[in-house]
């Protein structure tokens, strides 16, 4: 199993930036991809920002050209650079990492997730 610690999330104004953080432990080595997915009140969990042990990044069309995935190998860690938020952004985020097997991403970690709440 990936265990992660996450931070970054909080209360920021529309048309303002926060800095997601991700910190896996565990299985680092089977890791293949780290994202974030986020989870609005009664609204089902969706991706939001993925990125590749070999760099390859997709992104929600909701959040593309204002959000920005990067990784740290080194530290194990994943950020997600979430620029000019709406009130639509809102969500609790939840870090996710994946192992592959054969031509197949499967999940071997969540993160417990972390608010953020967009609100003027």
């Known amino acids: 199993q990936v265990d992660f610690v996450e931070s970054g999330g909080g209360l920021v104004q529309p048309g303002g930036s926060l800095t997601l953080s991700c910190a896996a432990s565990g299985r680092i080595f089977d890791i293949r991809a780290m994202g974030w997915y986020r989870q609005a009140p009664g609204k089902t969990r969706e991706l939001v920002a993925s990125i590749t042990t070999d760099d390859s990044t997709n992104y929600a069309d909701s959040v593309m050209g204002r959000f920005t995935i990067s990784r740290d190998a080194a530290k194990n860690t994943v950020y997600l650079q979430m620029n000019s938020l709406t009130p639509e952004d809102t969500a609790i985020y939840f870090c996710?990492?994946?192992?592959?097997?054969?031509?197949?991403?499967?999940?071997?970690?969540w993160g417990r997730g972390i608010q953020v709440t967009v609100s003027s």
């Open positions: 996710n990492a994946d192992a592959r097997s054969g031509g197949y991403y499967y999940t071997i970690g």
